[in-house]
């Protein structure tokens, strides 16, 4: 069963459009209702099933540092069951 939290999730990641979302964006507009644990779980399990993308990139102006987490959307997440 999906939960509404998981259908506005669902929904912001079509919303990113072929650019997607950073981790860190996600994190913080679904603060409220899920820890970033469980929101990356959540990511996890609908890239598992190919509805989401996730990308580790090099984070900007950063030389060998960290990396951003980028998740994007499949035209496979309108498979999704309500």
């Known amino acids: 069963m999906i939960t ?3 259908s506005n999730l669902i929904e912001f990641m079509i ?3 072929v650019i997607g979302h950073n981790q860190a964006k996600i994190v913080s507009k679904f603060d409220g209702f899920a ?3 469980r929101l990356e779980q ?3 399990y609908l ?3 190919d509805r989401v993308q996730k ?3 090099p984070a900007m102006g950063r030389k060998g540092g960290r990396r951003c987490v980028i998740w994007r959307a499949t035209t496979k997440i309108l ?3 309500t």
Do not use: C, R, T
């Open 47 to 49: 890239a598992a099933d």
């Open 55 to 57: 990308f580790n990139i």
């Open 35 to 37: 820890s970033a644990k």
């Open 42 to 44: 959540e990511l996890e």
């Open 4 to 6: 509404d939290w998981q």
């Open 15 to 17: 919303d990113g459009g």
């Open 79 to 81: 498979e999704v069951a």
